[in-house]
T-cell receptor, first 114, second 115 residues
Framework: AQSVTQPDIHITVSEGASLELRCNYSYGATPYLFWYVQSPGQGLQLLLKYFSGDTLVQGIKGFEAEFKRSQSSFNLRKPSVHWSDAAEYFCAVGVPGSQGNLIFGKGTKLSVKP | DSGVTQTPKHLITATGQRVTLRCSPRSGDLSVYWYQQSLDQGLQFLIQYYNGEERAKGNILERFSAQQFPDLHSELNLSSLELGDSALYFC??????????????FGPGTRLTVL
């Protein structure tokens, strides 16, 4: 069965520092990959997605993610974190040819120090 | 604002009761998905409807049911509620009939508390 692992439950970074959130998936082929962000009291907002092609994907709010097939990873990065980036981040996979439901990781909570 | 609306925002009820959560998808979207977010299970897919028909089923309990109406809004019915049903329930919508290529847009959620 497909699964998604986000190894870091909580990460704290200083404002202006770089950020990398880890995501590993388990699936026999290349799934569709997504990163969502959930701000306190809000729903989930799509940051970026990968279906095929260029393995470096650009998203909204200055985020990018890199698909590495050999490592079954899809890590999210941002070169300089802003205080407003404090939120919970979810990695998700969608299985090609499936009915479309997403399988989510448990999330990584990001705190930003001033 | 994703364009997906959910009501109510908060719901407090007692064990054994029944509640209905409502979702209106984005204009033009035909699919509605329901997810449950709890502390122990994380975000789990419950069920998907496309244009009024059930399309996919996930970890949905038999005590839960859903439907999608001709105007495409959807309702999730939770009955014989237990303490463990306390969670945040999200609705998402997408344009097409499913397939993971369809980007899902999430509503703000309904927080259910069962006392």
């Amino acid at each position: 069965a497909q699964s998604v692992t986000q190894p870091d439950i909580h990460i704290t970074v200083s404002e202006g520092a770089s950020l990398e959130l880890r995501c590993n998936y388990s699936y026999g082929a290349t799934p569709y990959l997504f990163w969502y962000v959930q701000s306190p009291g809000q729903g989930l907002q799509l940051l970026l997605k990968y279906f095929s092609g260029d393995t470096l994907v650009q998203g909204i709010k200055g985020f990018e993610a890199e698909f590495k097939r050999s490592q079954s990873s899809f890590n999210l990065r941002k070169p300089s974190v802003h205080w407003s980036d404090a939120a919970e981040y979810f990695c998700a996979v969608g299985v090609p040819g499936s009915q479309g439901n997403l399988i989510f990781g448990k999330g990584t909570k990001l705190s930003v120090k001033p | 604002d994703s364009g997906v609306t959910q009501t109510p925002k908060h719901l407090i009820t007692a064990t054994g009761q029944r509640v209905t959560l409502r979702c209106s998808p984005r204009s033009g979207d035909l699919s509605v998905y329901w997810y449950q977010q709890s502390l122990d299970q994380g975000l789990q897919f419950l069920i998907q409807y496309y244009n009024g028909e059930e399309r996919a089923k996930g970890n949905i309990l038999e005590r839960f049911s859903a439907q999608q109406f001709p105007d495409l809004h959807s309702e999730l019915n939770l009955s014989s509620l237990e303490l463990g049903d306390s969670a945040l329930y999200f609705c998402a919508s997408s344009v097409g009939g499913g397939g993971a290529l369809d980007t899902q847009y999430f509503g703000p959620g309904t927080r259910l508390t069962v006392l």
